[in-house]
């Protein structure tokens, strides 16, 4: 007896779930009537609309993430030639003062020998 009981209690609950669930969809009949269908129709336009929305988007992102990247790297091979040439100017600089520069002991000698001469 236990069991038919048992059975019984779950019948009545189904029961009522499927009762409420008619009712449900007569109350959306009363509000909506027989534009439900379109209003369905509707969303599923909205909503493939902003499907197709987001996928454009994600490809413009996309497309926005290459050409930074793509600047990115072109800035970068372009500052790097930059500091070469910067570092090559730099180092011929450097060169052509130490050419120019004067040693103290060999001015030193110079201006002795000078005034070696002048003297004689």
Same mark, same amino acid.
Do not use: C, H
């Given at each position: 007896?236990?069991?038919?009981? /048992? @059975?019984?209690?779950?019948?009545? @609950?189904?029961?009522?779930?499927?009762?409420?669930?008619?009712?449900?969809?007569?109350?959306?009949?009363?509000? *909506?009537?027989?534009?439900?269908?379109?209003?369905?129709?509707? *969303?599923?336009?909205?909503?493939?609309?902003?499907?197709? +929305?987001?996928?454009?988007?994600?490809?413009?992102?996309?497309? /926005?993430?290459?050409?930074? /990247?793509?600047?990115?790297?072109?800035? @970068?091979?372009?500052?790097?030639?930059?500091?070469?040439?910067?570092?090559?100017?730099? %180092?011929?600089?450097?060169? %052509?003062?130490?050419?120019?520069?004067?040693?103290? +002991?060999? *001015?030193? +000698?110079?201006?002795?020998?000078?005034?070696?001469?002048?003297?004689?």
């Amino acid at each position: 007896m236990s069991k038919v009981k /048992t @059975s019984s209690k779950s019948k009545p @609950s189904n029961d009522n779930e499927v009762n409420q669930s008619s009712k449900i969809d007569a109350i959306k009949e009363l509000i *909506f009537g027989e534009n439900i269908q379109e209003y369905n129709s509707e *969303f599923q336009a909205v909503r493939n609309d902003l499907n197709n +929305k987001k996928k454009e988007l994600e490809n413009l992102i996309d497309e /926005t993430r290459d050409l930074l /990247t793509q600047s990115i790297d072109s800035l @970068s091979t372009d500052l790097n030639i930059r500091i070469t040439e910067v570092e090559d100017a730099f %180092n011929e600089k450097l060169d %052509n003062l130490n050419d120019k520069k004067l040693d103290r +002991k060999q *001015f030193g +000698k110079l201006l002795m020998t000078l005034g070696e001469k002048i003297s004689e």
